[in-house]
């Protein structure tokens, strides 16, 4: 059984900081692309950023300069580092990642976290 644990949400003022992480345990036999959404209230889950097992990163224009993607691969963590914190980036922030798994044989699953919530405000 994998899981994805997310910690480092909470309560932050308008132009503060908070760090998120995202620890993947169980039979896991790599990890591929591992990636942040957020869903704030009303709204549609969004991709906030990505990094793949090499290290190429991808980020929605709205966190662009402000968030940093990165990971462990020794760990099997990803980190989600979030500066200059808006009211706008409150939502749950959920991890997501492609994890090789085997059963028969390997193959990439799909896992999510359950989320850790962000509120930015003052």
């Known amino acids: 059984q994998v899981q994805l644990v997310e910690s480092g949400g909470g309560l932050v003022q308008p132009g503060g900081s908070l760090r998120l992480s995202c620890a993947a345990s169980?039979?896991?036999?790599?990890?591929?692309?591992m990636a942040w959404y957020r869903q704030a209230p009303g709204k549609q889950r969004e991709l906030v950023a990505s990094?793949?097992?090499?290290?190429?990163?991808y980020y929605a224009d709205s966190v662009k300069g402000r968030f940093t993607i990165s990971r462990d691969n020794a760990k099997n963590t990803a980190y989600l580092q979030m500066n200059s914190l808006q009211p706008e980036d409150t939502a749950v922030y959920y991890c997501n990642g492609k994890i090789l798994v085997l059963r028969r044989s390997f193959y990439e699953r799909e896992y999510w976290g359950q989320g850790t919530q962000v509120t930015v405000s003052s």
């Open positions: 169980g039979s896991i036999f790599g990890i591929n692309d």
């Open positions: 990094i793949t097992s090499g290290g190429i990163t």
